[in-house]
C-alpha cells in the first residue's frame, strides 16, 4: 500500500514539474503569438514574480531616434488554462493601481 501511494505522489510531482515548465517555456514565447500586442523589441524578461516588463515603444524609439516614441512601462504576466494570479502578482497590481511605484538610482562608488 506505501509503494502505491509513493507510486501516485511521485507521478503527481512530475506532473505538476512538467506543467510548471512548460509554462515557463510559454511565457518566453508568449511575445511571438500572434493575438499578443505588444512588440517583441519591447520586452524583457523577468520570470518572477512577473514574466515580462514590457517598455512600450522602446523598439521604435530606437528606431527613430525619438525617445518620445517610449511612452508606458507595462508588468505582465502569461497566464495559460485556468491559471490565476498568485497572492504576491495581485498586491503587485494592487500597488500599482495605487501607484505605489517609483524610480530608485544606486549608485556604487
Not at 56 to 70: L, M, T, V
Request: glycine share 6%; charged share 40%; hydrophobic share 35%.
Amino acid at each position: 500500500m506505501e509503494r502505491k501511494r509513493r507510486k501516485k505522489i511521485r507521478g503527481d510531482a512530475i506532473r505538476r514539474s512538467v506543467s510548471v515548465r512548460i509554462g515557463k517555456y510559454i511565457d518566453r514565447l508568449a511575445s511571438i503569438l500572434t493575438n499578443f500586442k505588444h512588440d517583441p523589441r519591447d520586452i524583457r524578461w523577468l520570470g518572477n514574480p512577473v514574466d515580462l516588463v514590457i517598455f512600450e515603444g522602446y523598439g521604435d524609439s530606437k528606431d527613430s531616434k525619438n525617445i518620445e516614441d517610449f511612452n508606458k512601462i507595462v508588468l505582465c504576466d502569461v497566464k495559460t488554462g485556468k491559471a490565476i494570479l498568485t497572492k504576491e502578482q495581485k498586491r503587485i497590481k494592487e500597488l500599482i493601481e495605487m501607484k505605489e511605484i517609483e524610480w530608485d538610482e544606486f549608485r556604487v562608488e
